[in-house]
């Protein structure tokens, strides 16, 4: 029998049902929580730069804004589906409520790949996907950031035309600006400097001197470079990083011994952003296959991706010597996976606290641009880091007490707090 493919949202939903049978959650609050609060599905028509018309898909789901303001980046990716951006809004709601910042949960998508369209298309695409939505979004409805593909440039677009339709200065409506423009300091370092500060906490627990240990990377993007960096400046080596290859349309491995570079490697990257094969062997690199990352000796191991990457059929390739998984990316980890890593003793730091980092920082950069006054970054950084390492301790207090795997910890605490929210407020 063909294996049915892979469904980020069925994966979701079964991860709050496990964590709403533990709550012993009543119906209503299941039945609210388990899918999206609102959601929008649009038609975004671009002018390309030959002159003809294409139609693009955008969406934007609310999965809950029980705590605040719905919060979540915008992603722009050839194989965006509905139940991707369903699943990873749900994710949102669950990561503003582990770190406890008082936002709720939304994620939106185009269906579009980035590498083939002129920042003139890629404009047209972000002031369409504003006009499409632009009274159903806001600072204090919900607000975006980018994620896969999106950066500062995308979201000051994004920005501006909301800007120009409601006539008014919002700088409070989106984050991840540039900065100068309304960004935070530290907002590109936030996600993956969040992951490592949630490691770093982790070895203290389990007694492992960070000094001595070996990471692999799984990615290249903002997360995967920025944890390296501060993995790397607290002393442990980088064995690798996979890196996605447009040219080649696969993923391949990029090892090296005596540690990588993630500075030397961003300097050698093509006009794609991939790293280059060729400009790497020549500095001592070996290009191994894109899934070579899972199976390295290492004592971290770091998938900073996508969705689907630890799973059923790969899981027993993990090395024996690895003693934790830090989940940089949004549900890299399938729930068959999980069994095993749970079995086998790996400590999971699961992906809605892990690279909750991003988010918090984007809550930073909300309370700035709201009073209009930008800290420095020192302060975002010791701020961002009290609050992943509060977040981190909550959920390991709650599994170390009641025995239970960190990703069920980390759920029991995020919906009971979205449940309680929503009882409070008389809507279950
Ligand atoms: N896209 C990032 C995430 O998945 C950041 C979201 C945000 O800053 O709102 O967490």
């Given at each position: 029998?063909e294996?049915?493919?892979?469904?980020?949202?069925?994966?979701?939903?079964?991860q709050?049902d496990?964590a709403?049978?533990?709550?012993?959650?009543?119906?209503?609050?299941?039945?609210?929580?388990?899918s999206?609060?609102?959601?929008?599905?649009?038609?975004?028509?671009?002018?390309?730069?030959?002159?003809?018309?294409?139609?693009f898909?955008?969406?934007?789901?609310?999965?809950?804004?029980?705590?605040?303001?719905c919060?979540?980046g915008?992603?722009?990716?050839?194989?965006?589906?509905?139940?991707?951006v369903?699943?990873?809004?749900?994710?949102?709601?669950?990561?503003?409520?582990?770190?406890?910042?008082p936002l709720?949960?939304?994620?939106?998508?185009?269906?579009?790949?980035?590498?083939?369209l002129?920042?003139?298309?890629?404009?047209?695409?972000?002031?369409?996907?504003v006009?499409?939505i632009?009274?159903?979004?806001?600072?204090v409805?919900d607000?975006?950031?980018?994620?896969?593909m999106?950066?500062?440039?995308h979201m000051l677009?994004?920005?501006?035309?909301?800007e120009?339709?409601?006539?008014?200065?919002?700088?409070?409506?989106?984050?991840?600006k540039?900065?100068?423009?309304?960004?935070?300091?530290?907002?590109?370092?936030?996600?993956?400097?969040?992951?490592?500060?949630?490691?770093?906490?982790?070895?203290?627990?389990?007694?492992?001197?960070?000094?001595?240990?070996v990471?692999a990377?799984?990615?290249?993007?903002n997360?995967?470079?920025?944890?390296?960096?501060?993995?790397?400046?607290?002393?442990g080596?980088a064995?690798?990083?996979?890196?996605?290859?447009?040219?080649d349309?696969?993923?391949?491995?990029?090892?090296?011994?005596?540690?990588?570079?993630?500075?030397?490697?961003?300097?050698?990257?093509?006009?794609?952003n991939?790293?280059?094969?060729?400009?790497a062997?020549?500095?001592?690199?070996?290009?191994?296959?894109?899934d070579?990352?899972?199976?390295?000796?290492?004592?971290?191991?770091v998938?900073?991706?996508?969705e689907?990457?630890?799973?059923?059929?790969?899981?027993?390739?993990?090395?024996?010597?690895v003693?934790?998984?830090?989940?940089?990316?949004?549900?890299?980890?399938?729930?068959?996976?999980?069994?095993?890593?749970?079995?086998?003793?790996?400590?999971?730091?699961?992906?809605?606290?892990?690279?909750?980092?991003g988010?918090t920082?984007?809550y930073?950069?909300?309370?700035?641009?709201?009073?209009?006054?930008?800290?420095?970054?020192?302060e975002?950084?010791?701020?961002l880091?009290?609050?992943?390492?509060?977040?981190?301790?909550?959920?390991s207090?709650?599994?170390?007490?009641?025995?239970?795997?960190m990703?069920?910890?980390?759920?029991?605490?995020?919906?009971?707090?979205?449940?309680?929210?929503?009882?409070?407020?008389?809507?279950?």
């Open positions: 029998m294996k049915k493919p892979f469904n980020a949202f069925e994966m979701a939903q079964q709050f496990a709403a049978e533990k709550l012993g959650l009543d119906q209503a609050t299941r039945d609210l929580l388990r999206s609060l609102r959601e929008y599905h649009f038609l975004i028509p671009v002018r390309m730069d030959d002159g003809s018309y294409k139609v898909r955008g969406f934007r789901c609310q999965h809950s804004d029980a705590r605040g303001p919060k979540g915008i992603r722009f990716h050839p194989n965006e589906t509905i139940d991707t369903r699943a990873l809004a749900m994710w949102m709601t669950w990561k503003t409520a582990v770190v406890d910042i709720g949960g939304g994620k939106g998508g185009v269906i579009c790949d980035p590498h083939n002129s920042d003139r298309e890629q404009e047209g695409i972000c002031r369409g996907w006009r499409q632009a009274y159903n979004i806001g600072p409805q607000v975006p950031a980018p994620d896969i999106t950066h500062g440039q677009w994004m920005l501006d035309e909301l120009r339709i409601r006539g008014g200065k919002f700088p409070g409506f989106i984050t991840g540039p900065v100068g423009m309304g960004g935070s300091l530290g907002r590109t370092e936030a996600t993956g400097f969040g992951v490592m500060y949630t490691v770093r906490e982790a070895m203290k627990e389990l007694g492992i001197d960070i000094k001595k240990t990471g990377f799984q990615g290249f993007g997360v995967s470079q920025y944890a390296v960096k501060l993995f790397r400046e607290y002393g080596k064995l690798c990083v996979s890196c996605w290859d447009q040219i349309q696969t993923s391949y491995t990029f090892r090296r011994e005596s540690g990588v570079d993630p500075d030397e490697l961003m300097g050698i990257t093509d006009k794609f991939s790293i280059d094969k060729a400009k062997r020549q500095v001592g690199y070996e290009v191994l296959p894109g070579a990352w899972i199976e390295q000796e290492a004592d971290l191991l998938p900073a991706a996508l689907n990457q630890i799973t059923g059929a790969n899981v027993a390739k993990i090395h024996k010597r003693r934790i998984i830090a989940e940089g990316a949004n549900g890299p980890t399938t729930p068959e996976a999980d069994v095993e890593i749970h079995k086998r003793g790996i400590f999971m730091i699961p992906d809605f606290l892990c690279n909750a980092g988010v920082c984007s930073f950069e909300q309370v700035q641009s709201n009073m209009n006054f930008y800290w420095h970054l020192n975002v950084f010791s701020r880091d009290e609050k992943m390492t509060a977040g981190f301790k909550a959920v207090e709650l599994a170390r007490k009641k025995n239970l795997y990703r069920d910890a980390a759920y029991m605490i995020a919906v009971s707090r979205v449940a309680e929210a929503s009882h409070l407020r008389g809507w279950v």
